[in-house]
Each structure stands twice: as structure tokens, then as C-alpha cells.
């Protein structure tokens, strides 16, 4: 039988678990096996709807759901309910064993383009919600199958097609990309699927554009432009107008970058005409935030008109972030004109809309924006305590542009909090600040703390035991369960209740939370 000189020689914990395995799949039907197989192919867990785009049984009776619930009721799936949706999660070594069946079973390509095509599916949403009101919806999705959509791209990359579904999956992820903190990742995948896919077509053009623009807020500028006239000869060529408003925003981008924010605002404003004339909705509100932008750094008059466009703008299309952005545009309008009442209200009306999507780095701007203001009200050790929230989470961040943007202005107010309260009193604030968890920095930047945290608070080395802490940090650097395993020699099976039990600990439900969970506390 093949492999079964493997198995005989395989360490005998290893034979138990592999014979134990097999018992397991040889209880279930012939259809509970093939689903076993199929669901194989998901990363990170699945949701029901997810799983019938996958599935596909030879017998026209069996439902998904009927085999998904045998297969709960044979602990080969483990169901567990969360605040969006029920997610059914298959342990490692089950996987594994699915995995080798699947291959050998001669149908593996068809269960797994199935399962790229779901996530494309998923991916391409985003060019439509990021800018409506299902954009936190989509954001939350996107998140939480992110370790699917990497596995579709791989998919496609790794020769079965010519990678064009790889384009429009990474195309499509790119405000995912942006504003969930993964810019760099990105930028790899769209440089990976623009090399794999050459071919002249309107897709290639968008993924030109995607990739240009990522690499400006990388400020890998020189890959940014060389990518920018690539994008606008194809689109020019296909006639792609969409593209080309796209590419009029990115020019837009290089100008600020060179030093010329009056060019930089007259480009922004041409994007934003030109997309409205071709549709392009999402673009023209992104082209209005960038021209606020320009126009209040250089003190332009038409901030204000701006700002309030903006607002109006997103109010009418019901967008979550980019309503917040806008929120934010108009706190910034008002500080600069010295009513800092209204600033502070709008300001923290645009930080409870930004925490709707974790891992936002709009949440540091809104800190930012908010310590201006306290400052101006003559709060400096808010003031520092704000900036130094915002440095924590910056720190963090590879969107170099967008925090240059308001370095601009905010460099100049952080010098006057520190000539204000004195080296000592304003480094003391801003390490406060630095220090708090992101949910209390938010409690203290809406007012409902004091910026202080309780000492009672339990710490990382009181929370977790040595070995947790040390599965922790591997969870937080992406290793899977085998991975941790064979890092610090035990077995699959002992590392994942590790998780379970870190899992349990800290009250979360997903890897990525404990990889969040490292990075602020420093574990």
C-alpha cells in the first residue's frame, strides 16, 4: 500500500495518531469523506456559504449542510459561533490527512479553483463597498478570510493558470491592503501577479494602478513612478478611463512627494472631475480626501469648501471610514479656525467610526488631529498623551506618506507641547500615552478615561504561562500549529491547545488577535 513504508517508520505517537485519523474517516460515508477532502483546502476555518462554493458530492441528495453538521457531530469539524458569522475550523493534523487524500484522488485542481474562485469572488466586492455602506462589512470579511485570499493567490500564482485570477484578487484587496495594515504584503502579491500575468488587458491596467499606489504610500517612489506610466500608456492604449483618473490621482501623489502640495491639489482636483465623469465613485471621494489634504498644508482657502464636500459627499453614500475621513476633514477645518470646540466633536465622532475596523492606522491620525486640538485649548498633557497613542500605533505602520502628510503640520504643534510642559513632564506624557492598550487610548481620546492605566491590570507575564508567551510570539510571527511544533519540539496536538488555551485566556477568537495582542504588549 503507498506510504505505508512511511507510516512503519514514523514514530510510534505519530502511527497513533495516524491510525486514529484513519479510524475516523473510515466511520464517515462516502460523502462525509469527500466533503472531509474538499474542505481541506480552506485556510484559517470557513463559513457555511463559503464551504457550498467548495463542495461537490457525487450523490445529488447530500447537502453541505447535512455534511458539514455529520462531520461536527465526528469532531473532524469544529464549529464555533462568533459575533459576525459561524465558522467551522478543522485541526491541523485532520487537514493534512484531507489534503493527501484530496491530491490523490485526482480532482484536487478542480476543489481548489473553486475555492479561488469564492475568494476572488470576495476580493472584487471591495472595488464597490469601500466606498458605500457596506465597507466595514467587506473589511471585517476580507479580514477575517485573509489566510483564504492568500491561499487563492498562491494558488493562482503557482502555475495551474496564468495568473490573471491573481491580479484581480489583489486588485481587488487593495483599500484591504491599505487601511488593515498590510500595504507591504500587498504590494509583494501585486508585484508577483503583475510578473506571472503580462498580457495587455484593462485588469492589467488596474493592477498597475493598484500596485503604483501602494508603492507611493510605501514611498518606494521610484518603482511608484516607473509603475504610474506603464499604468497610464496600457490604459491609454485600452482606452480604460477609469485608469486614467486613477493615474491622474497618483500624479497627484508623486507631486506632494516632490514638495509641490499647490500641484499636488490642482491634480487631486482633476481626478476627482474626471472620475466623477466616468463614474468612478469611490475614486472622486479619494481624490476630495487627498485634496483637503493639500489644501489645508498649504493654508489654501478652499480647505473649508473642501472639507464640507467631502462630508457631503460621504453622508449621501452612507460609507463608514471614509464618512469618518471626512468627519475628520472638518475637525481639522475648524482648529485651523480657531473653534476648537467643534473640532474636538468632529474629531472624536471620526475616531468612533475609524475603531469600527481593527488595525486602522486612521485611528492614529484621529489621536493626532485630537492632541492639535487639546493642545490649542491649552491641554499640552492631553496633548502629549494623544501624540504618543498615535506614535504607538504608527510605529507599527509602513504607510510612510500618509504620516508624513500630517507631519507637516504636526511636527511644528509637537514642538510647542514640548517647549509647554518641558522635556521631562511632556516625555513622561507622551510614554503614558505610548503605553496605554489601543482600547484604552480610545476610552482616554473620547473622554471616558483618565489616559492612565489601571494598575490593576493584569500584565503579559501574568496573563500567559513561559510556554504561552513563547507560543504567543510564534503565533504573532505567523507560524502555523506544525510550525510551532517543530520550533519548540512538541507535538502538533500540545501546540494547539496552547492556542486554545491562550485563546481562552485573553477572550479572543482568532490568531490574529493574539498577533494584535503581541505587538502592543511587547510580549
Not at 268 to 286: K, M, N, P, R, W
Not at 404 to 415: F, H, I, K, P
Not at 431 to 446: M, S
Request: proline fraction near 2%; glycine fraction near 8%; charge should be negative.
Amino acid at each position: 500500500m503507498p506510504g505505508s513504508t512511511g507510516l512503519r517508520t514514523a514514530p510510534q505517537r505519530q502511527q497513533t495518531l495516524d491510525a486514529a485519523i484513519r479510524w475516523s474517516y473510515d466511520l464517515c460515508t462516502g460523502d462525509e469523506q469527500r466533503a472531509w477532502e474538499q474542505l481541506s483546502v480552506f485556510a484559517g476555518g470557513f463559513d457555511l456559504d463559503a464551504a457550498e462554493g467548495v463542495c461537490a458530492f457525487d450523490d445529488q441528495a447530500t447537502t453541505v449542510v447535512d455534511a458539514l453538521a455529520s462531520l461536527v457531530d465526528k469532531s473532524v469539524l469544529n464549529l464555533r459561533y462568533q459575533a459576525e458569522t459561524s465558522r467551522y475550523f478543522m485541526l491541523e493534523p485532520l487537514r493534512q490527512f484531507g489534503a493527501t487524500r484530496l491530491a490523490s484522488a485526482g480532482d484536487g485542481h478542480a476543489v481548489r479553483a473553486r475555492h479561488r474562485d469564492h475568494y476572488r469572488r470576495l476580493a472584487v466586492q471591495g472595488h464597490l463597498a469601500h466606498w458605500g455602506p457596506d465597507d466595514i462589512a467587506w473589511f471585517h470579511a476580507a479580514a477575517r478570510e485573509h489566510a483564504n485570499l492568500r491561499a487563492a493567490l498562491q494558488y493562482s500564482l503557482a502555475g495551474h493558470d496564468n495568473g490573471h485570477d491573481a491580479l484581480e484578487i489583489a486588485t481587488g484587496l487593495r483599500q484591504f491592503w491599505e487601511h488593515c495594515g498590510f500595504l507591504l504584503e500587498g504590494y509583494r502579491w501585486l508585484c508577483r501577479a503583475l510578473d506571472k500575468d503580462t498580457a495587455p488587458s484593462a485588469t492589467r491596467a488596474r493592477a498597475l494602478s493598484a500596485c503604483a499606489f501602494l508603492a507611493l504610500l510605501l514611498s518606494e517612489n521610484a518603482a511608484g513612478v516607473r509603475l504610474m506610466a506603464e499604468c497610464a500608456e496600457l490604459a491609454d492604449q485600452l482606452e480604460v478611463r477609469d485608469v486614467l483618473a486613477e493615474t491622474t490621482l497618483h500624479s497627484s501623489l508623486l507631486a506632494f512627494v516632490e514638495s509641490d502640495p499647490a500641484r499636488a491639489l490642482t491634480l487631486a482636483e482633476d481626478a476627482e472631475t474626471q472620475s466623477l465623469a466616468c463614474g468612478h465613485h469611490g475614486l472622486a471621494v479619494e481624490s476630495v480626501a487627498f485634496a483637503f489634504m493639500c489644501a489645508f498644508i498649504t493654508e489654501d482657502p478652499s480647505a473649508g469648501a473642501i472639507a464640507d464636500r467631502f462630508l457631503a459627499r460621504t453622508t449621501e453614500q452612507g460609507s463608514h471610514l471614509l464618512h469618518g475621513l471626512a468627519l475628520w476633514s472638518i475637525g481639522l477645518s475648524a482648529w485651523r479656525a480657531g473653534d476648537y470646540q467643534t473640532a474636538i466633536a468632529r474629531i472624536r465622532e471620526s475616531i468612533e467610526l475609524f475603531t469600527l475596523l481593527d488595525r486602522s492606522v486612521l485611528v492614529a491620525s484621529g489621536f493626532v488631529a485630537l492632541g492639535w486640538a487639546a493642545a490649542a485649548n491649552g491641554d499640552h498633557d492631553t496633548a502629549a498623551r494623544l501624540m504618543g497613542a498615535a506614535h504607538a500605533i504608527r510605529r507599527r505602520s509602513t504607510m510612510r506618506l500618509a504620516h508624513s502628510m500630517t507631519g507637516v503640520v504636526g511636527d511644528d504643534v509637537q514642538r510647542r507641547v514640548r517647549d509647554a510642559l518641558g522635556e521631562r513632564a511632556f516625555t513622561d506624557a507622551f510614554d503614558a500615552g505610548a503605553a496605554l492598550p489601543l482600547a484604552q487610548a480610545v476610552d482616554f481620546a473620547l473622554g471616558r478615561s483618565t489616559g492612565t492605566a489601571p494598575p490593576s491590570l493584569p500584565q503579559p507575564r501574568d496573563v500567559l504561562t513561559r510556554r504561552e508567551r513563547n507560543v504567543a510570539r510564534l503565533v504573532g510571527a505567523g507560524y502555523s500549529n506544525k510550525r510551532i511544533a517543530a520550533e519548540l519540539v512538541i507535538s502538533i496536538r500540545t501546540a494547539e491547545t496552547h492556542v486554545e488555551h491562550i485563546l481562552t485566556k485573553l477572550g479572543f477568537h482568532s490568531r490574529a488577535q493574539i498577533a494584535t495582542w503581541v505587538s502592543e504588549n511587547d510580549v
